[in-house]
């Protein structure tokens, strides 16, 4: 089996990486006009040194974000895939005036979410074009990621605010397919060795025994020992907050494809298990799978966005892709109807509704952002992959 499922994983890796005139002819006309058409929206409103994160704003009517922001790269990453999707030269443009603009991104060093930053933005523009100088933008990139590891802890250190002593969070599992990639190209395995700690680590520690996970967990830099383990945008400490579960689930997914250890297959497996529990009917999650007052509660259509995505790759390499690959199509079915697909200029241009971004902080309740359309056209992408 772990022959096969790597084998498998190499296949779908390059899959998931190849571009074709055939993802033009799989996407109906109506669903690609109605897409272009409400990003035209969106793109009208963008500034020359920012990008659209969120709709409404916090106090504002849009949130706009510069590179320093955590979400800088989806809008790029989202015309990019417009750009496979459509073929229409107008997307590419877009994509690459939204790209270039995110250029000093690259040198940061106080922040872990360089992966969400330039592999989905100049990640995509180098899959898609070649463009040696997006390369070098995404070496560099991974160079300053890697100086946030801490090799006591055997993790990315992900945030610099705050009262911990070495906070990581789930999320960071996403900015670990940058250092893959790093790896490949360079031939130097520094970049992947640090992935595969970090992977190693926050599976050992952040993981209750029903493969839900925490937020985040402070390590002490001493020891390497966890000493705090606590939620940040979940409902509490022990809940189980949506887009963490989904944030860990394609982060082991794509662990799998990049090494084959059959630890991370059964790691996202149990995690895609645990999200498929707690679903409702129309298969999009509850912002937190703990909230009382399910089903009343929020939905989290990102969240639902980024794990139909990885639903869709985990069906390529697990015994159980039947179940996976049905309920992604279930998702992608719910988050492309009305209730949750913005059509005709409403929601500020943007594709999805109804996302949580920070609830504790009563922030983001129910609007637009960004992530939940570039994993939304991403999930596109990979169904029409899969019909071939
Ligand atoms: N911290 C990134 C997120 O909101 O998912």
């Known amino acids: 089996m772990k022959q096969i499922g790597f084998v498998m994983a190499v296949l779908a890796g390059m899959m998931f990486s190849c571009t074709g005139e055939k993802d033009q002819e799989l996407v109906s006309d109506q669903l690609k006009t109605e ?13 020359d040194d920012k990008v659209p994160h969120s709709f409404p704003g916090h106090n504002a009517e849009y949130g706009m ?16 895939y417009m750009y496979e999707l459509t073929g229409d030269e107008y997307w590419k443009g877009v994509a690459i005036e939204n790209t270039v603009k995110l250029e000093k991104a690259q040198y940061l060093t106080n922040t872990h979410d360089l992966g969400f930053m330039i592999y989905c933005s100049y990640g995509n523009g180098f899959r898609i074009t070649g463009n040696e100088d997006y390369k070098q933008v995404i070496i560099q990139a991974s160079e300053s990621l890697i100086s946030r590891f801490n090799p006591v802890v055997g993790c990315i250190r992900s945030w610099d605010f705050g009262s911990w002593q070495f906070p990581v969070i789930i999320d960071n599992m996403m900015n670990l397919e940058m250092l893959f990639w790093a790896s490949k190209v360079t031939g130097d395995p520094k970049y992947r060795d640090v992935a595969i700690s970090h992977a190693d680590v926050t599976l050992e520690h952040h993981f209750r025994d029903d493969m839900s996970s925490f937020h985040v967990v402070s390590y002490d830099t001493i020891t390497g020992n966890p000493i705090e383990k606590q939620t940040h945008q979940g409902l509490d400490d022990e809940s189980a907050w949506a887009r963490g579960q989904a944030w860990g689930f394609y982060g082991y997914t794509v662990c799998y494809r990049e090494t084959g250890d059959e630890k991370y297959l059964e790691a996202a497996e149990r995690i895609g298990d645990l999200i498929l ?37 985990l069906s390529t390499y697990s015994e159980k892709g039947d179940i996976y690959l049905e309920v992604a199509n279930k998702m992608i079915e719910s988050l492309s109807s009305a209730q949750y697909r913005a059509t005709g200029g409403e929601n500020g241009g943007f594709l999805l509704k109804h996302c949580v971004g920070h609830k504790p902080a009563n922030r983001e309740i129910d609007v637009a952002l960004n992530y939940a359309d570039y994993y939304y056209l991403e999930a596109l992408k990979r169904q029409k992959d899969l019909k071939k």
């Not at 999009?284 to 995505?309: G, H």
Request: glycine letters at 4%.
């Open 277 to 313: 529990e707690n679903l409702p009917e129309d298969k999009v999650l509850y912002w937190d799978f703990d909230d009382p007052a399910i089903p009343n509660a929020e939905r989290d259509a990102s969240a639902a966005a980024i794990a139909a995505s990885a639903f869709f790759e």
């Open 65 to 80: 974000v510069d590179y320093h922001g955590w979400t800088s790269g989806f809008p790029a990453g989202s015309f990019w």
């Open 35 to 47: 897409l272009s058409d409400q990003l035209k929206t969106l793109v009208q409103v963008i500034p």
